[in-house]
């Protein structure tokens, strides 16, 4: 059996739970992929947050789809140190946890920063099973933070059995043992069905940013005002979430981009299910801008609305980053090079469509590969 480690905080249980939406998204998937090799438990270590909503018992539930999740007992709170008892005592009970399952069933942890003392645990006692540990991104890269901050989240890297890689070149800027098994996931790998898609009746050429709405990528920010470079025929929409600040910020940039500006920008807001399928079918060119050069992050991440516009089968407009160009969808890719929003919709203009079946092929084919390599992953584990 796998257990697989998260801070899932969706919930039918009413439980105010922290979590990433991204990161959500990103864990459904790998889900999705370990239940086709054996049989799978989410373990959630979710935190209850900010504020006091109450204290949460542990729980196991099953979804509609059956699937199994463990929800340990947690409480939230405005108190800082209440909130720092309150990572202490969800890591207890994933020590107890672990204490719990038998040594040949093997866990996944999803990398978060205060995993790390339980994860340490596994290698203190061998009673408990060999892990996994998926990383997606080193936290510490993207904010200001000491250097013993970064030197502890590095180091908690290094006891793992095997590795779920963000990307292809993570290993080599960590410095990961590479005789550990390890493979590569840079996104969920979901082909959208055809039933979805819809043909826009405007003769416009619709273009989306789909992804975090901040004021350190700034991803969102650099397409409004490429967008006011843009012809009349194009249509240009932003759709995520983001705190009420950074928000505020980019409908505040589009509302004086829209008085100078002849192509349409449309702010969406933060969309799921069908509202969002929808968009992404209506919309043929999908941005990946992000301020590019200045942070150490762009190594050890990958921009996963890449994947996700090439499930659509859309053509992606990206800034040049190392992780893009060493990927296995570079060739499907055009990128521009400087950050000017002249430059950036110059680069939207002249971007080749390609062809929406070849980008939902290659995914498919990614989508093999990963759960073919993920499988040989954890049979080198039960060896």
């Known amino acids: 059996m796998i257990h697989y480690f998260m801070a899932w905080g969706e919930n039918a249980l009413g439980r105010k739970l922290v979590y990433s939406p991204a990161g959500l998204k990103k864990a459904k998937y790998v889900l999705e992929v370990l239940s086709r090799i054996d049989k799978t438990r989410v ?45 202490w005592y969800n890591t207890l009970q994933m020590i107890i946890y672990l204490l719990r399952i038998p040594k040949h069933d093997i866990a996944v942890f999803y990398h978060e920063r205060y995993f790390r003392h339980a994860m340490r645990f596994c290698r203190l006692l061998r009673r408990t099973p060999k892990y996994v540990l998926q990383v997606e991104e080193v936290y510490t890269f993207a904010g200001n933070y000491s250097q013993k901050r970064i ?28 005789s550990k098994p390890s493979c590569v996931s840079y996104g969920p790998y979901r082909v959208q069905s055809p039933s979805c898609e819809q043909t826009p009746t405007d003769n416009k050429i619709h273009v989306v940013y789909a992804g975090i709405i901040d004021r350190i990528k700034r991803g969102a920010e650099m397409t409004v005002k490429a967008s006011m470079f843009l012809p009349a025929n194009y249509c240009v929409h932003i759709a995520g979430f983001g705190n009420d600040d950074d928000i505020a910020y980019l409908l505040s940039l589009i509302e004086d981009a829209r008085k100078e500006s002849k192509c349409e920008i ?21 941005l990946s801008t992000q301020v590019s050069g200045e942070f150490k992050y762009s190594d050890t991440s990958f921009p996963s609305k890449v994947i996700n516009y090439l499930s659509y089968g859309m053509t992606v407009v990206s800034t040049r980053i190392k992780v893009l160009e060493k990927s296995r969808v570079a060739d499907l890719l055009s990128f521009y090079d400087n950050d000017s929003p002249n430059l950036i919709a110059e680069a939207i203009l002249k971007c080749p469509i390609i062809d929406k079946e070849v980008a939902k092929d290659r995914i498919h084919e990614l989508d093999n590969q990963f759960e073919a390599n993920l499988r040989n992953v954890l049979r080198c584990l039960q060896r």
């Open 151 to 178: 030197d502890n989240e590095l180091a908690s890297f290094k006891n793992a059995d095997a590795y779920i890689l963000v990307n292809d070149i993570i290993s080599l800027v960590l410095h990961l043992d590479s």
């Open 43 to 87: 373990a959630s270590f979710a935190c209850g947050g900010e504020k006091w909503n109450g204290f949460y018992r542990s729980k196991y539930t099953l979804t509609e789809n059956n699937q199994e999740i463990f929800y340990c007992s947690t409480f939230g709170s405005s108190n800082k140190h209440l909130r720092k008892l309150e990572h």
């Open 266 to 286: 449309i702010f969406e807001g933060c969309l799921s299910g069908k509202d969002y399928d929808e968009l992404m079918n209506r919309c043929s060119i999908g």
